[in-house]
């Protein structure tokens, strides 16, 4: 897995979310998938159309995380009802791209366990929020985004 460290503005994301743990999110997605699907017009009337969304997820409590199917959006002062805004801050990132059609668990599990490790990286809890993004929709390629620091000290 390659991974790039690249730094990104802050940026708000609006669409629909689901509060899940390891052992139901299979069907927790799939119930969220259905509610974003037969909801994004209503983000798309105020926001424009788009293909691309991301998948934007954050830890909770006790094992348990959020996560928010949605879209880039300008700012979070126009909602759809039901829908929720969240602001990612400003941060250094690493991105992975990841090949279409590898199980994102697969992916995170990589990325998290062995390719942020061997470039000396660890996620920046603080920052807390991570997310995948799909630049050609749900079936193209697609990337994973961490918020990241330095996890050691490098020797000269």
């Known amino acids: 897995m390659k991974i790039k460290i690249s730094?990104?503005?802050?940026?708000y994301l609006c669409g629909y979310m689901t509060e899940t743990c390891l052992e139901s999110c299979k069907e927790d997605f799939d119930a969220l998938w259905r509610t974003y699907e037969s909801k994004k017009e209503n983000l798309f009337q105020l926001f424009g159309r788009k293909k691309d969304f991301y998948g934007l997820m954050w830890y909770t409590q006790l094992h348990r995380y959020c996560y928010?199917?949605?879209?880039?959006?300008?700012?979070?002062?126009?909602?759809?009802?039901?829908a929720v805004c969240r602001h990612v801050p400003s941060s250094l990132y690493a991105v992975?791209?990841?090949?279409?059609?590898?199980?994102?668990?697969?992916?995170?599990?990589?990325?998290?366990?062995?390719?942020?490790?061997?470039?000396?990286?660890?996620?920046?809890?603080?920052?807390?929020?991570?997310?995948?993004?799909?630049?050609?929709?749900?079936?193209?390629?697609?990337?994973?985004?961490?918020?990241?620091?330095?996890?050691?000290?490098?020797?000269?």
């Open 7 to 11: 730094h990104r503005n802050s940026f």
């Open 68 to 82: 928010l199917i949605g879209i880039e959006v300008n700012d979070d002062k126009k909602t759809p009802k039901g």
């Open 96 to 156: 992975a791209a990841i090949p279409a059609g590898t199980p994102a668990t697969d992916a995170w599990t990589e990325f998290f366990e062995v390719a942020l490790p061997s470039l000396g990286y660890r996620p920046d809890a603080e920052h807390g929020l991570y997310f995948e993004y799909y630049p050609s929709g749900e079936n193209g390629d697609y990337e994973l985004w961490t918020p990241v620091i330095l996890s050691i000290l490098t020797q000269f």
